[in-house]
């Protein structure tokens, strides 16, 4: 678990508390002894694997970007990111990964190291002294490869990429050049045992003579084999778009021979071999350990579950919910709100979007209804009942025995809003309609009472509903307004409704509904960002951005939301729910939980958040000893720009700052420290 720092700032309304970070997919494995390192799409998640079939999350590591590769050398992890580069960790600790440094490089994909030297693939490959894994730095670069996947043999680095199985000679580190190219159709793996190669892309598995830089055997794997490991007599090779993995014998490596097969249930990302054990990454899904002991009968004896996009988030009590779209529902325990931690979690049948948690019942809008789950034991959440209807769930509303869907046929032109009678929690009944035509609803407000508001989205239709349900097996349409774009979200307030809009620009419409016969748009605001969700917790109104956080408006005067402040968090804000003076966001691939305090100011330029490698303390304008030379920004803890200054002989003058935490980051983002000004 990777607490965020929590500060009280003067002027600053929104501050970070913690997170509950769910990693995703898995790209590149790595066992070293009973250790499994794999890089997910958050950063590194280290597991004990010594009893394959009860695989245990040791420690994780989040980076500030997407992790494509890790290696492991010493007590020293090297994960390429692809938003800021090499970085390094120590794993001496798993349980606690610490941070050392960075290594500033563009969309790298992967890394391999072999003693003192590290091998970086992006467009370029370059290779990077790790003598002192505190001070990395670049000794030499081979340009335009196009990596993939990296393996190394003798003075060798062979390299898989969209034009086949480049060459790299590394004789000398300092000139590293591609000298030959083998043809083998596009590649995303290469493996190396012995004298030979084994890579796998497109089509087919390939083998390569090394020694002779021939191709010696091949096996049609089918279209789209992402990954592969190879170990002894066995490969494992991971076919993406066919869902499973085919267990090969390449005894003989100019004959590879199928044994088995097992299916993996969504496209298998990457692949290692340890001992009897091949660790399958699935995409957006789970972690698999299968036992190839017998490689005519693999069979998958271990499974983590891995979530992959995170849509909603509701918190009750102690606990809180979340709704991933691959992964199903997560139970996390908020009691300790800065130490949030996963319980327990049940897989759902398809896309959960929505979700709202009422005492120890969890509604869930997903792809084919509505689940209700119990909540009672946090450890083992079950899936009480379900409800199916005709299209997509995109949300739901609950009140007492009634629950309102939001739903939409995909293109959409079509939807409903569906009315379910949910007293009974194991048997919920569909009991009503409300049609749209010519557009789907996409989403609802309702907190009991007469009426509920929809907003709808489609070629033809574009609006703001009023929808009596008093009766809940006859709900029909009151009245409406045009909403001239793409609403995406609703929610109200006393006797105004707010609609979230994506087109034609990003905006808030204010929507007076006092008169439910004549519902009318009062008043606008535009957005600076793509929109995602919207939440009201008067007198605030939220809205969750595509990768620009959680932005506070003032609704106060309801006509005229005043933007207040905005927290940038590290993912896309897909849903959220607000609980006193918290913020609970689905934020893709993490449950962020920010704090409301005080008052304060909006400020134009967000950052990403970067991991911190010192802290100094300081009075305000006293001159402060800095490692960064030349330009760097000044940030404050929400990771937004304060101001830009210029550091003059490893010195920063630091004038006319409000109490707090500030980070000092050099404009190539190389280097970083945490100042907190008293």
């Known amino acids: 678990m990777n607490v ?12 970070p508390v913690s997170a509950a970070v769910f990693s995703g997919a898995d790209r590149k494995l790595v066992v070293v002894e009973d250790r499994l390192y794999t890089a997910c799409e958050r950063g590194l998640d280290i597991f004990d694997v010594a009893v394959p079939e009860s695989i245990a999350l040791l420690g994780r590591f989040d980076t500030p970007g997407y992790a494509y590769g890790c290696a492991v050398s010493d007590t020293f992890a090297y994960i390429a990111d692809n938003y800021s580069g090499l970085i390094v960790v120590s794993v001496a600790d798993p349980a606690d990964p610490v941070y050392i440094t960075t290594l500033a490089m563009s969309s790298i994909q992967e890394v391999v190291v072999r003693d003192t030297l590290a091998f970086c693939g992006s467009e370029d490959l370059k290779v990077v002294s790790i003598a002192d894994p505190a001070n990395p730095y670049v000794v030499g670069t081979a340009s335009g490869v196009g990596v993939y996947r990296m393996a190394l043999y003798d003075t060798l680095c062979l390299v898989a990429t969209q034009q086949g199985l480049k060459v790299v000679s590394i004789a000398d580190p300092a000139h590293p050049a591609v000298t030959q190219t083998v043809e083998t159709g596009w590649l995303r793996d290469v493996q190396v045992q012995d004298d030979y190669a084994y890579a796998c892309g497109d089509t087919e598995l390939v083998v390569v003579d090394v020694k002779n830089l021939v191709t010696v055997g091949r096996y049609d794997a089918g279209y789209l084999s992402f990954a592969l490991a190879v170990q002894d007599s066995i490969a494992v090779v991971c076919r993406g778009q066919q869902m499973n993995v085919h267990v090969l014998n390449v005894s003989n490596p100019a004959s590879p021979v199928l044994r088995g097969t097992f299916s993996t249930q969504n496209g298998p990302q990457g692949a290692v071999m340890a001992g009897d054990w091949a660790y399958i990454g699935v995409w957006s899904r789970d972690l ?4 190839v002991s017998d490689p005519g009968i693999p069979v998958v004896r271990g499974r983590v579950f891995r979530p992959g996009e995170l849509n909603g988030a509701w918190r009750c009590g102690d606990l809180a919910v979340t709704a991933d779209r691959w992964y199903g529902m997560s139970v996390v325990d908020v009691s300790d709100i800065e130490n949030p931690v996963e319980r327990g979690h049940v897989p759902l049948s398809g896309w959960p979007r929505r979700i709202m948690l009422v005492e120890s019942l969890a509604y869930c809008a997903e792809y084919n209804g509505l689940a209700i789950v119990s909540v009672a034991d946090p450890d083992n959440p079950e899936v009480l009942g379900l409800v199916s209807t005709t299209y997509y769930s995109y949300e739901v509303a609950v009140k007492d025995t009634l629950a309102l869907i939001a739903e939409r046929e995909w293109n959409p ?16 009944q569909a009991i009503g309609w409300y049609a749209t035509t010519g557009g789907g609803v996409e989403a609802v407000a309702w907190y009991g009472g007469d009426y509920a508001y929809v907003v709808s989205q489609g070629w033809s239709l574009n609006e703001f509903a009023i929808v009596n349900i008093t009766d809940p097996t006859n709900p029909y349409r009151v009245s409406g307004c045009n909403t001239e774009g793409y609403p995406i979200g609703v929610d109200c307030a006393g006797d105004y409704a707010y609609a979230l809009m994506t087109s034609p620009n990003p905006r808030i419409l204010v929507i007076s509904v006092a008169d439910t016969l004549s519902p009318s748009v009062v008043g606008s605001v535009d957005l600076s960002f793509g929109p995602r969700a919207l939440f009201i917790s008067y007198p605030y109104l ?20 005043v933007p207040v402040d905005r927290y940038n968090t590290t993912g896309t804000v897909h849903g959220m729910h607000v609980s006193g003076n918290y913020i609970y966001a689905a934020d893709a691939h993490s449950l962020q939980i920010l704090r409301l305090v005080g008052t304060g100011v909006v400020e134009d330029v967000p950052a990403r958040r970067r991991q911190p490698v010192a802290t100094s303390v300081c009075l305000d304008g006293v001159v402060l000893k800095c490692a960064v030379q030349g330009p760097v920004c000044l940030l404050d803890a929400a990771g937004r720009t304060v101001r830009r200054l210029v550091a003059e002989d490893g010195r920063l003058e630091l004038v006319g700052l409000s109490a707090g935490v500030y980070h000092v980051v050099g404009t190539a983002g190389v280097q970083h420290r945490v100042v907190k000004v008293r």
């Not at 965020?4 to 501050?15: D, P």
């Open 542 to 561: 939220f809205v969750g951005y595509y990768y620009h956080g959680v932005e506070m408006f003032d609704i106060t005067n309801p006509i005229q939301p």
């Open 4 to 15: 965020l720092l929590a500060v009280l700032m003067v002027g600053q309304t929104i501050e």
């Open 288 to 291: 698999l350990a299968a036992d």
């Open 413 to 428: 032109q079509h939807g409903n809003l569906v009315v379910v009678n949910v007293a009974d929690p194991r048997h919920p």
